[in-house]
């Protein structure tokens, strides 16, 4: 119901005073009506500017949030007024609506920000005056489709491919972006190249060449080198047929793919090459034939696999459907009346060309287009008065429908431009969002790093090396630890994370090998120089834990045994090195941030150690430092 | 012929044609003009101020702060200060979305409207509505009275009253638990009249209709019913 109906029911009430004689039974009793019934003005303080209003007007929609008790949430005792920390601009707005009913959209708002207030304060989008409501419809549906664009440019294309897609999905991929490799993009090339010769071949073939010797007429080429033509025709069909299979081969479904239009321009360009093979060189037949190769022009249109504008022009013809039709339409209808009237007009001229209405058709086509062969002209006086007035009005009907075409054309012509602007420059959006949001991460591991985790050991270098945070980014670390400490995993950066997938599966091989024959030497001979490899690596590897930390898994599987004898001090001093304070180290499932063994360890020759079976990765416990690598709490698992 | 009559029609599309042109120009004006300007004028101007806040207090038995907040809600929902028929019959029929309530609203309309001149006033509004919730019962009733006679003669006839329920029961609409019959208005006019008509002579009197009411317990109970409305 609308606003001004609350205000009537209360006299609707009175007047069913006229009912109280007629009544047949009696009436029930009235809602009890324990609210003050005293109106009072209520102050609203948005964001320091006040409004105030009666309290009967935020009354009248008790739906929303001002006119509901939800508005006591908001209310400030020691002021006595309700503050909503919003915009103040648009809170005028949403008081205008409950003031006279009707809801407005402001203009040079963002159609997001409005929506945004509308939801906070509970008033559902659909009320908005009729005024407002195109204007709001349309911003709404730009801003959608938009939205669905940048969705639409990031899921597609340039992301990288799981690494475990089949060859099919692979060769998909290769087919619908050829920048992603180097074989499609030559690929692509190659079969734009083909495409190219293969029209210009259909061209050329008919003009007349200079007639071999012993004729005198001039032939076109396409008789004269008709061996050659044909050859560089069925080049050109054989990489068609190649590249249409495959790309059946590679579609991700099937029938879909041979209902898309490409697909049937694929398949118009090569039919009438195979259709002429199988026909028979019949003099009957061959009428029918020539006409088939008039299909070989499609070949044109797989260009558009290549232009982007002239998918744009495809996709502009087919959004102005409406507009060609009624182009189309009123066209028809005024050839149809000017033919008729210009027939009977020229009727009574001997020799006229206009023989019947259908002939008339071809001079009112002519002279509405403005086009003017000048092979039927009328003779009449009455001829010629309607004949200016067909051209005059043909003039105004091809131009009518043309200005909707055009912006519908420009309007998505600038969207596509847009998105490829859009999409270069979401390459550096992204990478700079990649940053901010790493740095979040970074501060985290950083901080763990530096120890900060352990409660306040040595508090005091500690302040040295973890910088300053704000409340905020303590309770969040402090959230961080306790999901860490809840799954008994760590959180760790992308970087450690893909060499640990690599050493894992390099590490899996050689710890199996480990795990059954529980001889370290076979882990070392396995892969000897990936171990000094990885070593010469772990020289240079910096503070940062994450990085050495993947190499760790490998070197540690070789040194197990040796942690215990001569590395203890030397992992003691390497912990001084890399943190600061501490000392503890947790293991991990994930990954093992471990510091980074020494450089000498790899060469040195293994002792033999009891068989370490399969190893287990544990959580260690915090506070339990300074060189307890026991060999029952260093447990790293194989995967 | 054909042909003469194909250049007569050339002709006449020409000066047709030329016709237009010369419109153009202004030099030839349409003949239609002068009407539809000044008629839009009239309709704007239209704007009533009630009296004074102590002259409606004096008149009617609201305080100053219900007339105030009365006065508020009906400014804003007519800005001209006037309630033509057609707006109150629309207003009203909001309430009974199940059935047609432009009739009763006709009636109610003619109710309020004391003076006749076609719309309702602020002052008749509150003066109404000052009789509905404050007034006597007696008053009560004679608002009551005035309503169901029509015309306004001083006697309800059977067929106002049969038109006065007509109209309510259209208001319940055609869904209604057990169904409206054709002459379920028509049997509530005879109880209504049985009851009420003393003599007998087909017309019930204001004297009878007090009386009667009067008389009606469950009548001068239920009068008190809506007087906590505002």
């Known amino acids: 119901m609308a606003a001004g109906v609350a205000t009537w029911l209360p006299f609707a009430r009175a007047a069913a005073v006229g009912w109280l004689p007629l009544a047949k039974k009696s009436m029930p009793k009235p809602p009890s009506d324990n609210k003050s019934r005293n109106d009072e003005i209520l102050i609203v303080n948005v964001s320091g500017q006040r409004f105030q209003t009666w309290k009967n007007t935020l009354d009248r929609y008790p739906d929303t949030l001002l006119g509901s008790s939800e508005k006591e949430f908001f209310y400030n005792e020691e002021t006595q007024e309700y503050f909503f920390d919003r915009d103040p601009e648009m809170f005028r707005h949403i008081l205008n609506f409950y003031r006279t009913g009707k809801l407005h959209y402001p203009r040079h708002e963002c159609i997001q920000a409005f929506d945004e207030e509308l939801a906070f304060y509970g008033i559902i989008p659909e009320i908005i005056g009729d005024c407002c409501m195109e204007e709001y419809r349309d911003r709404k549906k730009e801003n959608l489709e938009r939205l669905a664009e940048d969705t639409e440019a990031e899921m597609a294309t340039d992301a990288p491919l799981p690494p475990d897609s089949t060859s099919r999905e692979r060769l998909w991929r290769a087919f619908e972006n050829p920048h992603t490799s180097t074989m499609a993009l030559v690929f692509y090339y190659v079969t734009g190249f083909f495409i190219a010769v293969s029209v210009i071949a259909n061209v050329v073939e008919t003009v007349p060449c200079r007639p071999p010797k012993g004729r005198v007429k001039d032939l076109p080429c396409g008789e004269k080198y008709s061996l050659a033509f044909f050859c560089m025709d069925t080049a050109c069909v054989m990489i068609f047929t190649f590249e249409y299979l495959m790309r059946l081969y590679a579609a991700p479904s099937r029938c879909k793919f041979m209902r898309s239009v490409m697909s049937i321009i694929d398949v118009v360009a090569i039919m009438p090459y195979y259709i002429g093979l199988v026909m028979p060189e019949n003099e009957d037949v061959s009428g029918a034939f020539v006409t088939l190769r008039v299909f070989r022009v499609f070949r044109i249109f797989k260009f558009s696999r290549h232009s982007q504008g002239l998918r744009i022009l495809g996709y502009t013809l087919k959004s102005c459907a409406s507009e060609l039709g009624f182009l189309l339409f009123s066209l028809t209808m005024a050839i149809i009346i000017f033919a008729t009237v210009m027939f009977y007009a020229e009727k009574g001229t001997k020799e006229t060309n206009f023989t019947s209405i259908p002939a008339a058709f071809w001079y009112t086509i002519v002279t509405m287009t403005t086009l003017g062969y000048g092979d039927m002209v009328p003779n009449t006086i009455a001829g010629k008065i309607f004949g200016s007035i067909c051209s005059l009005s043909g003039v105004l009907v091809i131009a009518l429908p043309v200005p909707v075409i055009v912006s519908n054309f420009s309007r998505i012509y600038h969207q596509n431009q847009r998105a490829d602007k859009r999409r270069a420059q979401q390459k550096i959006r992204l990478a700079r969002i990649r940053l901010a949001k790493s740095g979040t991460t970074n501060a985290f591991l950083q901080y763990k790093e530096h120890g900060g985790l352990e409660q306040d050991r040595h508090s005091g270098s500690q302040a040295l090396c973890v910088r300053n945070r704000s409340s905020f980014e303590q309770q969040h670390h402090h959230l961080l630890h306790c999901l860490e400490k809840t799954t008994n995993h760590e959180f760790t950066d992308e970087h450690t994370y893909s060499e640990v997938c690599m050493a894992e599966s390099v590490g899996y091989r050689t710890s199996r090998s480990t795990s059954i024959s529980s001889h370290q030497g076979l882990s070392t001979s396995c892969c000897p120089r990936r171990a000094k490899r990885r070593a010469i690596r772990l020289a240079n590897s910096t503070v940062s834990v994450s990085r050495g930390s993947v190499q760790e898994l490998d070197t540690l599987h070789i040194q197990k045994s040796s942690i215990v004898p001569q590395s203890r001090s030397s992992l003691n001093a390497r912990t001084q090195d890399l943190k600061l304070n501490c000392d503890d180290t947790d293991f991990t499932a994930a990954i093992i941030s471990i510091p980074t063994p020494p450089a000498n360890t790899p060469d040195e020759s293994l002792p033999s150690s009891p068989g370490i079976p399969s190893i287990l990765r544990n959580s260690r416990q915090l506070g339990d430092c300074s060189g307890s690598f026991t060999h029952e709490t260093v447990k790293i698992s194989s995967l | ?230």
């Open chain 2, 1 to 230: 012929m054909g042909i003469q009559g194909m250049e007569l029609f050339a002709v006449g599309v020409v000066i047709i044609l030329f016709v237009a042109v010369l419109k153009q120009f202004g030099i030839l004006e349409p003949m239609s003009m002068e009407d539809s300007s000044d008629s839009d004028l009239e309709l704007s101007t239209v704007r009533h101020q009630p009296e004074g806040l102590d002259q409606l207090q004096a008149q009617t038995k609201f305080t100053k702060k219900e007339l105030q907040s009365l006065y508020r809600g009906f400014k804003n929902e007519c800005p001209s200060g006037l309630v033509d028929e057609e707006t109150f019959k629309t207003i009203y029929s909001q309430f009974f979305p199940q059935g047609d309530a432009t009739t009763y609203a006709h009636f109610l309309f003619n109710a309020f409207d004391i003076d006749r001149n076609g719309s309702i006033r602020f002052e008749d509004f509150v003066i109404g509505l000052s009789v509905l919730l404050r007034g006597t019962v007696n008053e009560k009733l004679n608002w009551a009275f005035n309503l169901y006679d029509i015309n306004k003669d001083g006697y309800i006839t059977k067929e106002e009253m049969l038109a006065i329920m007509k109209s309510i029961y259209d208001m319940m609409g055609r869904y209604t638990y057990p169904i409206v019959r054709d002459d379920a208005p028509f049997e509530h006019v005879e109880k209504f009249f049985q009851k009420m008509d003393r003599n007998r002579d087909g017309v019930v009197t204001i004297d009878e209709f007090i009386e009667t009411c009067q008389k009606d317990e469950n009548i001068m109970n239920s009068m008190q019913l809506f007087e906590n409305v505002i």
